[in-house]
């Protein structure tokens, strides 16, 4: 039998601050749910990014709901993007590449297929390579470390 590692849980209560009005709480716990809805539907679907929609999220909770922080902060999927950016301002390498992979095949066929209209399919292709652009240019702090790994299995060889 193979047993799991207990998932390790920071309690991350200290970060939130209430609005001192409790209408509003509400209201950030409902803004704070649609955006989450919003990311994780942006795991399916290429044209909505992810990462933004779950900071929002993660915004709404931290002045409404402990609860509801802790459990998005804890998130096994979620939370370590979060972290990642909130601490150092930076998205892991893979996920990155896969947003942008994910971009130019979704833009490259709407262009191609479904976009009849010259003006239109030049404007989606500025406006998908700026997107792309731009996600590039968010830091990875993972990269550096498969850099190092690959030129030392380089060296080792």
Known sequence: MSRKKPVERKDYSHE???HKFVWVQVAFVALGTLFLLLGIAGVFLPV???TPFLLLATACYARSSRRFYNWLMNHPSFG?????WRTYRSLPWR???IAVT???LTFGSSIL???KDGRMQLAMAVFGLIMAIRLYRIPSRDIEDAGVEASVKEERT
């Open 113 to 115: 297929f479904f976009i």
């Open 16 to 18: 939130v601050r209430k």
């Open 48 to 50: 909505l990014p992810t």
């Open 102 to 104: 994910t971009m130019v």
């Open 95 to 97: 996920v990155k590449m």
């Open 80 to 84: 370590p993007l979060i972290v990642e």
